[in-house]
């Protein structure tokens, strides 16, 4: 159990944005399973299409004093100050955001009103509390751009973004630093790499691979297949931010990486072997035969590489997971959550799919 080292972080009002989309639902787990946070916690989603409130309904059984749900969009202003004021919110950690590229470049407008918007809206309403102690940002390591073949992104790497979805995350922590220089405001940042294990929406590379697989479809590799990507363990990202909310300094930015770095065709390859060895022993030819190269999408970072070295020396963090053991985990997960899988696929995620691959034979 990872024990805060401020007495006072662990029983307080936390309200956790996006609480019910994949990293949110799985950091929301992490503290009631693995911390010692005793305090009570205000989950506030909208629940679009990734979000999904069964992500936590053992949660919501086991801890009703304790864990509260609350729809809504933070970009709607009266919404969000209303639930401030009624659970006296004392410290935010902020995932709610629209996150999938592809997405942003078809429908940027929304990721402008979620991830700018709402995170304005966010800001003042932290500024409205009387006893506010930290406002906890997750940002994404594509604010920094595209890296060559050498290098890694620092706390200092300058923000290049080249997307949609990035820019708006880049314009969200401009805004967060923006409050703590004028306001004061208690804020820190993380800039995290690439997630991946359960719970995650089936329209990502990782679930959408282990999943096609699993039901002998083409699995879509964009381009060449050699874009580089550094993997982190949902479990070990949620540790990370925990120990910023309670022992990060205000001010600060941590990068947070899983010290893997893969090219995508290798990551969908693994888990082809995986999925042959976990639930296709038998079968007559290999998951990797359904590899398929489409279109690149407009804009693709070559490469991604986070550098935290920052976060390992200050509060002695580093993931506990690699790449193979978090595969293994994360295959075993949805191979053992079918019903979770089949829940969360609606007509709008296959649609989705069909609209943005076509139709692959």
């Given amino acids: 159990m990872i024990q805060s080292h401020e007495g006072n972080q662990h029983d307080h009002n936390l309200l956790v944005t996006g609480g019910a989309g994949f990293i949110g639902s799985n950091f929301i787990r992490y503290l009631f399973e693995q911390t010692d946070f005793s305090g009570r916690l205000i989950n506030f989603d909208l629940l679009t299409y990734a979000g999904n409130p069964a992500n936590l309904q053992d949660i919501q059984e086991l801890y009703p004093e304790r864990y509260v749900f609350v729809r809504g969009d933070i970009a709607d202003a009266a919404t969000v100050k209303a639930v401030f004021r009624r659970y006296d919110i004392e410290s935010v950690c902020h995932f709610a955001a629209e996150s999938h590229v592809d997405r942003s470049i078809k429908s940027p407008d929304r990721f402008i009103q979620t991830n700018i918007v709402g995170t304005f809206q966010l800001l003042e309403a932290a500024l409205s509390q009387k006893a506010f102690r930290r406002f906890h940002h997750i940002s994404t390591d594509e604010v920094f751009g595209s890296l060559g073949h050498d290098g890694m992104f620092t706390e200092e790497t300058a923000y290049q973004p080249r997307n949609p979805y990035?820019?708006?995350?880049?314009?969200?922590?401009?805004?967060?630093?923006?409050?703590?220089?004028?306001?004061?405001?208690?804020?820190?940042?993380?800039?995290?790499?690439n997630n991946y294990g359960p719970y995650q929406f089936p329209e990502k590379l990782i679930p959408l691979i282990i999943l096609n697989a699993l039901e002998g479809k083409p699995l879509p590799v964009y381009g060449d297949g050699k874009h580089i990507r550094d993997w982190l363990y949902v479990t070990d990202h949620c540790q990370a931010i925990w120990l910023i909310l309670t022992r990060g300094v205000a001010g600060e930015t941590y990068n947070i990486g899983g010290m893997t770095e893969r090219e995508n065709l290798y990551i969908v390859q693994r888990i082809c072997e995986l999925v042959d060895e976990l639930a296709r022993p038998d079968a007559d030819r290999p998951s990797s035969e359904l590899i398929r190269f489409v279109e690149d999408r407009p804009g693709h970072d070559r490469r991604y590489a986070i550098d935290f070295t920052k976060i390992r020396t200050e509060l002695d963090w580093q993931p506990r997971e690699d790449l193979d053991s978090g595969l293994k985990q994360t295959v075993e997960w949805y191979l053992g959550h079918r019903d979770w899988v089949n829940q969360v696929r609606t007509g709008e995620y296959r649609t989705w799919i069909k609209d943005h691959y076509g139709e692959m034979k």
């Avoid at 208690?186 to 995290?192: D, G, K, L, Q």
């Fill in 166 to 193: 990035s820019a708006s995350k880049a314009s969200s922590d401009h805004l967060v630093r923006a409050y703590a220089n004028t306001y004061s405001l208690p804020v820190t940042i993380s800039n995290c790499s």
